[in-house]
């Protein structure tokens, strides 16, 4: 890897949260819009996220198991440039959303072991795969690691996604381990569900940045 991965910022619920994951250099912000998470993000405050911010980084609506009609039309209605599915929705559905839209798509994938990668592997059409922490009740935003050298079996094209427990303390070795495309954090830059905190934001933008190889030094005459 030649720089440092790209940065996600989820769990955003409102605009100055989301202007200033911006500002430290995030990739993306994900606002969630599934019913059963404590950090879902009121429709009124994505569309201003949205509008706000799509020109300048992707803004991501993330979803468990909605229907084609219901994310589709908040795509168009709000102005989600991405989207993440984090339920059991199949290759079709996902080649079908991003048919109808012209969004990104991320397929999630909560890892329990390595051999769910074969079954990863069904969705080729999409734009990225994200791996995230296993959990019986909740879809990411656990706060909880899992075992990165699992990552070992996953020989996709596909860019990935990181997720899963990441804070400025672990997320320098998960690069390491890994080697992502992206990387994305929650629980790990917020004061409360749906709240961020600067200061873990900052200190998680600038672990992620310490990943990139030093630039060669010129060789003196």
Known sequence: MSTAPLIKICGITNLADAELAVELGAWAVGCIMWDGSS?????????AIAGR??????VCGVYVNPTLDEVAGQVDALGFTMVQLHGDEGPSFCEELRRRTGAKVIKAMQVVSGEQFNDLERFHHVDYHLLDTDHPDLRGGTGKSWDWSLAAGRHSKIPLILSGGLDASNVAQAIGVVHPFAVD??????????????????AFVDAVASTAPAASQELSA
Do not use: F, N, Q
């Open 39 to 47: 950090r879902r993000c009121e429709e009124a405050d994505a569309k």
């Open 53 to 58: 911010l799509h020109r300048e980084v992707e």
């Open 185 to 202: 954090s929650a629980s790990g830059t917020e004061l409360s569900p749906g709240i961020k905190d600067a200061a873990k934001m900052l």
